[in-house]
């Protein structure tokens, strides 16, 4: 850490005393004058804050296929004490995280990744109880995910949640968590970026930082110097799967925040859908939309009868802000709406024929319509151990699928009958049976009711279609 570094987070310590969440003085903000403002410690944070974060550990059992040598008696002989399995099967699979308690009755928040499938989940408190714990919500989108502590747990340290929105790049903070599981560890560094994109992620845009985070640290806190949350730890940039590079992503402590007031409202997380496919404005588009440079997200298509059309939005539009905070791409419009309870208002500033203009816009979750009607298929036909699915905004969402699709999805892959053959995946659209079109369950239900020697079976696989056949 360089001298000027180690000088900013000693001025910015100081006003850590009595209480983690006591506000930063601005008049702190500043570059030491002497050696002598600079012999201080980050000690009074950690104090407060790190008692409040958990370590998680999970366990869950996964599938184990089957080893082309199990049966050699030679292979066994000498590979016996490496525990090869005897055949197909079921085992423990143990992972590990990081958590932290948001509130005193036992709410923990931490990455969806990290009690992804568990069937079990143990935190270990900072007095080093083991608590078992149950999911209460979860946001495999956002990678969020809030789990309730069980029994008598007493008295619990809490860490206060904070304004993401006022943090600065260049402030300092805390990384803490439980990396590589070898206990509660403390690293510092600085908010290099915010509203940065993450490869694969749409729904939220993340505060980055080079505190270094490694794996267990998922889950973990970023700590402002003012001692309250200001982010979940959840990803990192690596070089071949190593550690920590010095480019660490945290999910905004302002929607932890707004998904704790969704669950409390409604028992679970409901995202908002502005009901329109948006694209980020590139200086190819700023020009052809006579903008002076490239801001905001344009509007490709609205969803009929949808929030977007209701506020007026049409095709070409350009977002500019929501609520006075720019827009740069789709996963910072995706965030703020995300921050409203669904019901809310928020103003939108658009670009539309040359001026600028405000829309409100009523935050709305996406509709289930049609129902999703899941069924496991059965019968003498191709699909026989199936699970599908009609398609909706709603259902969309949940499986991360384009929220305009429409027509019956594949749900899940068969483990038995004739459907385990086919070359089938997880989000697979059906989208015809021997040129006639499939557009719902019931529809598919008809078609595949039918006697047929050879099945010519459409479908649509990353704006693709492909067409199987059979018999």
Not at 412 to 431: H, N, P
Request: contains cysteine; charged residues 25%.
């Amino acid at each position: 850490m360089s001298l000027v570094a180690f000088a900013l987070f000693a001025v910015l310590a100081v006003p850590v005393c009595e209480t983690a969440a006591a506000t930063v003085d601005e008049t702190a903000r500043r570059v030491p004058a002497s050696r002598s403002e600079i012999d201080l410690t980050f000690a009074p944070v950690v104090r407060a804050a790190a008692p409040a974060v958990v370590s998680i550990t999970t366990r869950k059992q996964v599938d184990v296929r089957r080893d082309l040598f199990a049966d050699d008696p030679f292979f066994r002989h000498f590979f016996r004490d490496f525990g090869v399995p005897s055949g197909p099967g079921r085992r423990e699979q143990n992972s590990l995280g990081s958590g932290v308690v948001v509130r005193d009755d036992g709410l923990v928040v931490t990455n969806h990744h990290v009690i992804e499938g568990a069937d079990e989940i143990t935190v270990i408190l900072h007095d080093r109880r083991e608590v078992r714990a149950e999911v209460l919500a979860d946001d495999e989108r956002a990678d969020l995910a809030f789990i309730m502590l069980q029994g008598d747990i007493g008295d619990l340290p809490v860490v206060p949640l904070g304004d993401s929105d006022r943090i600065e790049v260049g402030d300092l903070v805390l990384a803490i968590g439980n990396p590589f599981g070898i206990g509660q560890t403390v690293t510092s560094g600085i908010v290099s970026a915010k509203s940065r994109v993450s490869p694969g992620r749409r729904d939220v845009s993340f505060i980055q930082t080079d505190a270094a985070i490694n794996p267990g640290n998922s889950g973990g806190a970023l700590i402002g110097l003012d001692g309250t949350l200001i982010g979940v730890n959840t990803a990192i940039f690596t070089r071949g799967g190593g550690g920590s590079i010095g480019i660490g992503f945290a999910i905004p402590a302002n929607l932890v925040r707004a998904q704790m007031l969704s669950i409390d409202a409604e028992g679970t997380v409901r995202r908002p859908w502005l009901a329109a496919d948006i694209q980020a404005v590139d200086t190819g588009l700023a020009a052809a939309l006579d903008m002076r440079r490239p801001a905001g997200v344009v509007v490709n298509r609205v969803y009929d009868g949808g929030a977007a059309e209701r506020a007026g939005l049409v095709k070409g539009d350009v977002i500019l802000e929501v609520d006075g905070v720019e827009i740069f791409d789709e996963p910072g419009l995706n965030l703020r709406l995300a921050l409203q309870p669904i019901g809310e208002r928020v103003q939108l500033l658009r670009w539309h024929d040359g001026q600028a203009e405000i829309l409100s816009l009523r935050v709305e979750a996406p509709p289930h319509t049609p129902e999703p009607a899941r069924i496991v298929l059965e019968g003498r036909h191709p699909f026989d151990g199936l699970e599908v699915a009609n398609m909706s905004p709603a259902f969309n969402e949940e499986l991360g699928l384009d929220m305009f699709e429409t027509g019956v999805v594949v749900v899940r892959l068969a483990r038995r009958g004739f459907a385990s053959r086919l070359r089938l995946r997880t989000g697979d659209v059906i989208v015809a049976i021997d040129g006639e079109e499939v557009k719902t369950v019931d529809g598919l239900l008809g078609l595949i009711g039918r006697e047929r020697r050879r099945w010519e079976i459409s479908i649509r696989r990353d704006g693709r279609i492909h067409v199987l056949t059979v018999g």
